[in-house]
């Protein structure tokens, strides 16, 4: 099987780290790729934005199979461009991808299906946010509708800064959804789908504030950890039950059924899990952690789903223990991350590349807000943490910043579903 990934980023790296274990993959292709992706792949230069040049490049190379990595594509038609070119893509269609696209899309769509989430109210012009925000109440959660990197979302019990990022989103040209808080621990929980059949994966737990004890802005992640000891046994097909298969029966009368990752973003209240956001494709950095564990062929998983038939395969297996990811994001990230900064350590084993690229002198740079992904698998949630420390110490890059406290509350025994 020849597999062209596209993306640049971590979730790449390590997409491309699983695909090159598998032995049904003869070639392995990504566009752009970073630093770090060159000894797993060969790569060529790509605006991923452009659908058409993601399917021109996978006929000039004669791919069995695209794996498409980041939203942006997603959403502008890269999998339709392909598939029109006659090619197995795995990633959903543009109008699919809404999903992720719109979050009043998403609303629509589990409110349409019965699927447990945050009351939520659209907004559109400046005199409609004090209403919504009285309604939905304090803490505040208000959100930019479009695609923002994981960063359009302020949860605040300050009314002014609510306020001012809702009327900020708007400056911007998209619209804003104000919603109902909702307590209790975050998880991320994958599904490869086919259109009609959803396959969980690993349930994860990321961390988006920028600082230790989840304090600063959000950012479009600083960690993860998985498999998740202290959820409820019968989580994940509760969530299967409740969200993935009706949403993916609403998809499909919507006339636009759902093929590729489906990512829902919960939160497990004390009425249950409650969705607080879906993404049309593999998260980052719960990808670092949940593809760490995996014990079985991905390819064939991939092309399945992309052939409409997840019957085809058999689900996937994951191995014992824990696996944690750090992300090393430079200075200034997530406001204005400065690039260029040498990096040193960058090729360690377990080091998954982001932001980096190479000069000419063969030296590993800085080039984004998110850099590296020290990820590390261990034979409980203890030792992985230890490990994935133990690698972002042997990194070295001026003014670098990550979380010291990632997984560590479920490693003290700390979280727990209400």
């Keep these: 099987?020849?597999?062209?990934?596209?993306?640049?980023?971590?979730?790449?790296?390590?997409?491309?780290?699983?695909?090159?274990?598998?032995?049904?993959?003869t070639d392995l292709f990504v566009a752009p790729g970073n630093a770090g992706t060159h000894s797993l792949a060969t790569a060529f230069p790509l605006d991923v934005a452009d659908p058409s040049a993601v399917a021109a490049l996978a006929l000039e190379l004669g791919v069995d199979l695209v794996v498409i990595g980041p939203e942006v594509p997603l959403v502008n038609g890269a999998a339709d461009a392909v598939a029109a070119a006659g090619i197995a893509v795995f990633g959903p269609t543009a109008a699919a991808a809404r999903?992720?696209?719109?979050?009043?899309?998403?609303?629509?769509?589990?409110?349409?299906?019965g699927v447990p989430?945050?009351?939520?109210?659209?907004?559109?012009?400046?005199?409609?946010?004090?209403?919504?925000?009285?309604l939905c109440g304090a803490p505040y959660v208000v959100k930019d509708d479009g695609l923002a990197a994981g960063k359009g979302v302020v949860v605040t019990s300050d009314r002014e800064i609510a306020v001012a990022h809702a009327l900020a989103v708007m400056e911007g040209g998209h619209p804003v959804l104000v919603e109902e808080f909702l307590a209790g621990p975050e998880v991320s929980l994958f599904a490869v789908c086919?259109?009609?059949?959803?396959?969980?994966?690993?349930?994860?737990?990321?961390?988006?504030?920028?600082?230790?004890?989840?304090?600063?802005?959000?950012?479009?992640?600083m960690g993860a950890y998985a498999p998740l000891d202290w959820a409820p046994v019968d989580l994940v097909p509760q969530v299967q039950r409740e969200v993935l298969d009706p949403v993916l029966t609403e998809m499909a009368s919507r006339g636009a059924p759902?093929?590729?990752?489906?990512?829902?973003?919960?939160?497990?209240?004390?009425d249950g899990p409650k969705v607080i956001e879906f993404n049309c494709r593999f998260g980052d950095p719960e990808t670092q952690v949940v593809l760490a564990l995996l014990d079985s062929p991905l390819a064939g998983l991939l092309a399945a789903a992309a052939a409409g038939d997840l019957g085809l395969v058999s689900p996937p297996v994951f191995r014992s223990g824990s696996a944690v990811t750090v992300v090393i994001a430079s200075e200034g990230y997530?406001?204005?991350?400065?690039?260029?900064?040498?990096?040193?350590?960058?090729?360690?084993?377990g080091i998954l590349h982001a932001g980096t690229r190479r000069d000419d002198a063969g030296r590993v740079l800085s080039c984004g807000g998110r850099v590296l992904s020290a990820t590390a698998a261990g034979r409980d949630l203890g030792d992985a943490r230890e490990k994935a420390y133990a690698l972002v110490d042997r990194v070295a890059m001026r003014g670098s910043q990550h979380r010291t406290d990632i997984g560590a509350a479920a490693a003290a025994g700390r979280i727990s579903a209400p």
Excluded: C, W
């Design 258 to 270: 759902f093929a590729g990752l489906l990512y829902a973003g919960l939160v497990l209240t004390v």
């Design 194 to 221: 086919d259109g009609v059949r959803a396959v969980p994966l690993l349930p994860a737990q990321d961390f988006k504030r920028l600082a230790d004890r989840d304090e600063g802005p959000n950012t479009g992640g």
């Design 334 to 349: 997530p406001g204005s991350p400065v690039v260029g900064d040498v990096i040193e350590g960058g090729d360690e084993e």
């Design 1 to 25: 099987m020849r597999i062209l990934v596209v993306g640049s980023g971590a979730r790449e790296h390590a997409l491309l780290r699983s695909l090159r274990r598998d032995p049904a993959v």
């Design 117 to 134: 989430t945050a009351m939520a109210v659209a907004v559109v012009s400046a005199d409609e946010i004090d209403a919504a925000l009285d």
């Design 99 to 113: 999903i992720e696209g719109s979050k009043a899309f998403a609303k629509d769509v589990m409110t349409a299906a």
